[in-house]
């Protein structure tokens, strides 16, 4: 008998909660698919180890954050947008509860940091993917802004000023768990970036 087939993408949401949270070292195959009502084999079948998994699952959040960040840069001003791009950014380090941090940094430093185990190129490759395009993100608006008569700078030096920003916010959160804090370092990378308002 043949097992049922199941919702790729239901399965997918459910594995990349649990990496969120417990990080992919931290996480099981067998909880995944009791959470997703699969076998566990029929999870090795379909994407072949934990780490295809967590990478299949990653691209699927990373392509709903494009998603979102592309309508978040895309309205009102170059200082709003911007304001708002870093407000979506923080929401995401803060979600869950307790907070579950930013997972393109938490995969970084746990599948790329020890030689010979987890990922390494792949994931790094995959992390990059994500971080090139939210800078080519930023750096659009930018050039918009340009356009606009809003900012004078250079679009792709600014876009990776302020992503870099972000890798920095990300660690902070980890490290102090103090949202107002992050929200003060955003305004004034934007008034950095911008100019105060006149």
Not at 54 to 67: H, I, K, Q, T
Request: net charge neutral; hydrophobic share 40%; glycine share 12%.
């Amino acid at each position: 008998m043949r097992p049922r087939e199941f919702d790729h993408d239901d399965v997918l949401r459910i594995a990349f909660d649990q990496f969120w949270r417990k990080g992919v070292r931290g996480t099981q195959l067998s909880d995944i698919a009791r959470d997703a009502g699969v076998q566990r084999g029929s999870l090795y079948n379909a994407f072949g180890s934990k780490e295809a998994l967590f990478l299949c699952a990653y691209e699927r959040y990373a392509g709903e954050y494009v998603s979102a960040l592309q309508k978040t840069l895309g309205a009102g001003t170059l200082r709003e947008r911007l304001a708002a791009f870093f407000d979506l950014t923080i929401k995401n380090f803060r979600s869950g509860s307790p907070p579950r941090g930013c997972p393109t940094t938490r995969g970084l430093m746990e599948l790329t940091s020890v030689e010979g185990e987890g990922l390494d190129e792949n994931a790094r490759k995959t992390f990059a993917d994500l971080v090139a395009r939210i800078t080519g993100l930023v750096q659009d608006a930018l050039s918009e802004g340009v356009e606009r008569g809003e900012f004078n700078g250079d679009p792709g030096s600014a876009a990776l000023h302020i992503v870099t920003v972000t890798r920095g916010l990300a660690v902070l959160e980890r490290a102090f768990g103090d949202e107002a804090q992050l929200q003060k370092i955003a305004a004034h990378t934007v008034d950095l970036v911008l100019g105060k308002k006149g």
